[in-house]
């Protein structure tokens, strides 16, 4: 049951010349439960309706006519403050868990509507470091929590496989490298090379002259450049892909950087066509000026491609390919001006769409201050911050329950969800200080704490029930609701009855986050409950009751966590 939208339409009845909508979206949820369940703030309709806050409020308590689901209202400070029916509430929250399982908290504002997301989008023969895994969660998240609310999703890897840094590869790894060391060392292998370039290049600038005509050698199709560079893509993705399995994440495309090779020309001369491209110094580009921005330099003077050029054709292709309704780029913040500028030159060729897309910026990742590089090479690889997040976790279970079952499974299920939930826990635009204690801490605000909360209701079904399965005997009609009333276990229901909302926030906000302190705020008023009420009691109504509780947490936990990219072991 929908209350803001049933206390929308009352009062909308009650006062003329407000509309639901408008009304729907002031209503509180009280932060102190003697406040009412929701509350309507009546200063912020004072103006409008030309009366006091306090008279409004009283005037709407006056006026209202009872409902199964409102025990009361108050009118108190300007407020009105709405009281649910403690039984009514119960029975309509749980109901709903119960009846829709793994498709709770969804909805289908969607519609089938397209949306692309390009996320994670790595460059080939760099590490996959944790800024990688920043993009690849948030997007990730973005994709399900999208998908969740009735979109089709396309989730797009533009992996960054061509640009001028094929050049400088090629051109070290023809100086300095070998086959077995690469094929020995992988990605590190080509870093190391990479690294080497510039540091050759420093005190050698004609290494850069080298560079950038070998890449140009690559872009005209050079047969022998062309055989290294899929080499080096090919030993790049084994090692990308190793990473998404641990992490769980799937795209629908890997169309990277060099697919758009062929599209280019085409986008060029359309460019020229609509007066928008200038030369400058033998270079090619799009002013602007007028928008306060640097030009967006689109050919080189050797005639090399750029970053720019690659994304407005992407653009273009992924319109006509999949006419979206929204096209998500989650990259660092760093990107910002990039992608404001091509926006821009999307909307000066008249594509009206260029509304559609949008820049999801997200905040550095330092690990106890060390300043990250590619280029000087001292990046956090991700592969062995999830290994070490995993051995500690392996130590952990070791220590606390050494007779669990699978215990390589949870190792990995509880390791990588600590650094995924760390890594969404916050607020997508802030600067994030990786730190170790705060993700595998088990007590804390965290992915291990969520899971373990998980894990409780699990074995509180399995001693109830023998089974801690998904499917609940069909009992939802012969609970006695009002047997939940106590103020603890009102706490949780009103948690659950949040959900659906959360999760929209979440995608208006495009920040998975609201997820993250959403199913922290659940699991902490779970525990509160555990803590208070016993459980497994006699009475068998009071027990049912309860454990129906249980069930929606249960189910509710694991779509939230679903939706953010963690599992739910059930057991730990
Ligand atoms: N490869 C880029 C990087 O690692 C991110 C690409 C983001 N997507 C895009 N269409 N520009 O920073």
Redesign the pocket.
Known sequence: MNYKELLATRLASQLSGLDEQSIAELIEYPPNPEMGDLSVPCFKLSKQLRRAPQAIAEELKQQWAPHPAVERVEAVSGYLNVYLNAEHFAASVLGEVFNLKERYGSQDLGQGRNIVL?FS???IAKTFHIG?LR?TMIGSALYNIHQFLGYNCIGVN???DWGTQFGKLIVAYQRWGNQAAVEAEGIDELQRLYVKFHDEADRNPELETEARLCFVRLEQGDEAALKLWRWFVEISMKEFEKMYDLLGVKFDSYAGESFYNDKMDAVIDELKQKNLLVEDEGAQLVRLDEYNMPPALMIKKDGGTL?HTR?VT?AIYRHNTYDFDKCI?V??AG?SL??QQWFKVIKLMGYDWADKLAHVPFGKVSLEGAKLSTRKGNVIRLEELLTQAIDKTREIISEKNPDLENKEEVARQVGVGAIIFSDLSNNRIKDIVFSWEEALNFEGETGPYVQYTHVRTCSLLRKANGTASIELPDVAGELNYGLLDGAEARGVIKQLHLFKERVEQAMHKLEPSIVSRYLVDLAQSFNSFYHASPILVEDTALRQARLALVKSVQITLRNGLRLIGLEAPEKM
Request: glycine share 6%.
């Open positions: 390009d989008s790595p460059n990688h993009s533009h992996l960054g970053y994304d992407a780029y990259t660092d990107q990039h992608f």
